[in-house]
């Protein structure tokens, strides 16, 4: 009774834990990822703030002279922490 329950387990975890990787992965180049500029980025902070939201930014990568520089990509606003209390 006890083998059948831990095989049956057993096979439950090894089923769900196996799931299928998508194929068709695109590599997004910089030509078609728009990097916010200084004064984009400063308004989109400003306007989190101004709605007592903390502002959350999203990187990416370009490559300059042989070495990656983060750039910015998207400003999102979140809950603060005092939001949860």
């Not at 769900?16 to 500029?37: G, T």
């Not at 101004?50 to 502002?55: A, H």
């Not at 998207?74 to 603060?80: E, I, M």
């Amino acid at each position: 009774m006890l083998k059948k329950y831990f095989s049956i387990i057993v096979i439950g975890l090894v089923t769900a834990c196996s799931s299928k990787q998508p194929e068709d992965v695109k590599m997004v180049l910089n030509k078609e990822m728009y990097q916010m500029n200084r004064q984009e980025v400063i308004n989109a902070i400003e306007d989190c703030r101004s709605v007592k939201l903390r502002p959350v930014l999203y990187h990416g990568r370009i490559k300059v002279t042989e070495r990656y520089v983060p750039i910015v990509v998207d400003v999102q606003c979140a809950p603060t922490y005092k939001d949860y209390n």
